[in-house]
């Protein structure tokens, strides 16, 4: 049985547990419904993308050296992000749900037996936010959008890295405390339309074995030891689903709420790496798409000239540890103590900032989802002539005509920046009705309330108006062939 102090959903503050109303519950649907609560179930998401990462690999390190011409770059950097930013839009973290990664875990998990625990004193943020910071980071510098040997091998560390941490430890660490995406994913899907919930909180209450944390015999409880009745965000869920297969009464729901509800409910642990995760996952969208455009090398080479260093990588770091970590802390911090100032509260500066945060999720989503959004939206179709290819190379040409090197777009490109326009719009929107709903929340009086949320409100404009400058200016086509004219 996992120790109850584990269980890193349990409430930190005294606001009741929230839980969406289970009106409309996916898994009560007639037959997609029995789909995601069969046995295997799962496994029908996860096999095709085993397929996949399989040909990835395969290509990644046999097939053309040209990135727009490579299954493992096209489908990385184009189609994966793309559609990972829709999918969580549209319901939630079903990538993780389809992970082809966990698939070697059952082998692990008979491995490691009654293997050991995560140390305590990793069990937070930390370990993610440095391996998500360390990515953007070796993605730039490595330039691995732009080598299908490298994206290749970035697959195999996944799942060797997934399959090492599960061997040796009895739980799910790796996507948890540790993978990059799943913490990309996570931050991300609190926005989502669906969360996992009870139906019954009484059943629950009365539940002698608690199988949806615990496990069953016909099932694995939750591998990111998620306890379902204390379930209020979707932080940490990988939407696997083992926690409905294994409720011996069948109350677990996938539960439709407003999109992005728990950030108004005081749902999240007021803990400092709770919140630099959202901060740096804000900060970093700005980041990513600045390291696209020219002014990004005209900084470059000024600080190249400037401070007299001549290696990328040391030059990289400067820039991206300024934006994706001394400027998330920085603002942050100067932010929730000058909002504790202006409203005169005596609370720690953690609570102040906790507050918050959650108020960034919605533009930072609109952020990134406005960026791959457009590099999916103008590369989409590339996966078309890069599979006549792929089926050229290996002497599989059924139809028998050349690649189409010309087909990529999938919008025009006229549609795309009044899109990014409005996504935005949409996202800041959100980002201020949330604050709003905050404010209202937690100070009775409307002015103070209002003297609460301003420096805030400055944060999210800043961010807004500088991702709408990146957008704004000529992108790299990263993934995509470039056609002179
Ligand atoms: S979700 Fe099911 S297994 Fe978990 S506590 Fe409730 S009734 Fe028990
Ligand atoms: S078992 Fe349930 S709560 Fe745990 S990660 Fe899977 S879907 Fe989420």
Redesign the pocket.
């Known amino acids: 049985m996992i120790p109850l102090q584990d269980i890193t959903v349990a409430k930190e503050n005294s606001s009741p547990i929230y839980q969406p109303q289970p009106r409309f519950d996916l898994l009560r649907l007639p037959l997609l419904g029995r789909w995601l609560r069969w046995r295997w179930g799962r496994l029908l998401f996860q096999i095709p993308l085993l397929l996949l990462a399989l040909l990835m690999i395969y290509d990644g390190f046999t097939g053309p050296k040209i990135a727009g011409q490579n299954v493992a770059t096209v489908t990385a950097w184009v189609h994966y992000r793309g559609l990972v930013m829709l999918a969580l839009l549209l319901v939630g973290n079903l990538f993780c749900m389809s992970c082809p990664f966990t698939l070697p875990r059952t082998v692990a998990h008979r491995l490691s037996g009654n293997g050991r625990r995560w140390p305590q004193a990793l069990r937070n943020k930390w370990v993610a936010i440095a391996v998500l910071v360390l990515f953007f980071f070796l993605y730039e510098w490595l330039d691995l959008w732009a080598s299908p040997w490298l994206t290749a091998w970035v697959i195999v560390g996944y799942f060797l890295a997934a399959f090492l941490l599960e061997a040796v430890f009895a739980e799910s660490p790796f996507c948890k405390y540790v993978c990059p995406l799943g913490s990309f994913n996570f931050v991300s899907s609190t926005v989502s339309p669906f969360q996992?919930t009870t139906r019954d909180a009484e059943t629950c209450r009365t539940c002698p074995g608690k199988e949806c944390v615990n496990g069953s015999p016909q099932a694995l409880g939750?591998?990111?030891e998620?306890f379902?009745p204390q379930?209020q965000s979707n932080m940490d869920?990988?939407?696997?689903?083992?926690?409905?297969r294994a409720c011996p009464y069948d109350n677990v729901a996938l539960a439709a709420r407003r999109p992005g509800e728990e950030l108004t409910q005081g749902a999240w642990p007021r803990r400092w790496d709770m919140a630099f995760l959202v901060l740096v996952f804000a900060f970093a969208g700005v980041s990513n798409a600045f390291g696209m455009v020219p002014p990004f090398y005209a900084l470059e080479q000024w600080l190249a000239a400037r401070l007299h260093i001549t290696n990328e990588g040391v030059l990289l770091l400067i820039i991206f540890g300024v934006i994706n970590v001394l400027l998330p802390a920085g603002v942050g911090l100067g932010t929730a103590w000058l909002s504790r100032r202006l409203t005169r509260k005596r609370e720690p500066l953690r609570v102040a900032l906790s507050r918050y945060t959650p108020t960034v999720m919605p533009l930072a989503f609109s952020i990134w989802l406005a960026h791959y959004g457009f590099h999916f939206a103008t590369g989409a179709l590339a996966i078309i002539p890069v599979t006549q290819n792929f089926l050229l190379d290996h002497g599989l040409n059924w139809l028998g005509t050349a690649p189409t090197w010309s087909l990529a777009a999938l919008l025009p490109g006229s549609w795309l920046l009044p899109l990014q326009v409005l996504i935005m719009l949409a996202g800041f929107g959100g980002s201020l009705m949330v604050a709003d709903e905050i404010s209202r929340r937690d100070f009775a009086d409307r002015r103070t309330a209002m003297l609460s949320l301003l420096p805030w409100v400055l944060v999210l404009l800043s961010l807004a108006v500088a991702a709408l400058v990146m957008f704004n200016l000529p992108m790299e086509m990263r993934g995509t062939i470039q056609l002179n004219g």
């Open positions: 996992i939750c591998g990111t998620l379902v379930i869920c990988v939407f696997c689903l083992d926690c409905a």
